[in-house]
Nanobody
Framework: QVQLQESGPGLVWPSQTLSLTCTVSGDSITTNYYYWSWIRQPPGKGPEWIGY???????YYSPSLKSRTSISRDTSKNQFTVQLKSVTPDDTAVYYC??????????WGQGTQITVSS
């Protein structure tokens, strides 16, 4: 059974950098052909895909967030991390880490609420 668990600060000040980590168990993030994504859902809106890191370490980001987003990984800890720079209140959302690329996802973390506010 694959399990994903997000960890993050909960509250972030505007203009700061948000950093979230996903710890994966039950599978390796280097397993061939799997992709590991971040998705967020702002209040009252639909899910928004942020980007992924592939099994080989390559990354791909949503064009709308690309300039502010970076996804990396620590294979020794089986974790992957997203950083979102210069956050604003519009970045307030529930953030999920998932196994999957751009369109298909089979395992999700429980999600973590991130609020951007001063």
């Amino acid at each position: 059974q694959v399990q994903l668990q997000e960890s993050g600060p909960g509250l972030v000040w505007p203009s700061q950098t948000l950093s979230l980590t996903c710890t994966v168990s039950g599978d390796s993030i280097t397993t061939n052909y799997y992709y590991w994504s971040w998705i967020r859902q702002p209040p009252g809106k639909g899910p928004e895909w942020i980007g992924y890191i592939a099994y080989g370490g390559s990354t791909y980001y949503s064009p709308s967030l690309k300039s502010r987003t970076s996804i990396s990984r620590d294979t020794s800890k089986n974790q992957f991390t997203v950083q979102l720079k210069s956050v604003t209140p519009d970045d307030t959302a529930v953030y999920y880490c998932v196994r999957g690329g751009c369109t298909y996802y089979d395992y999700w973390g429980q999600g973590t609420q991130i609020t951007v506010s001063s």
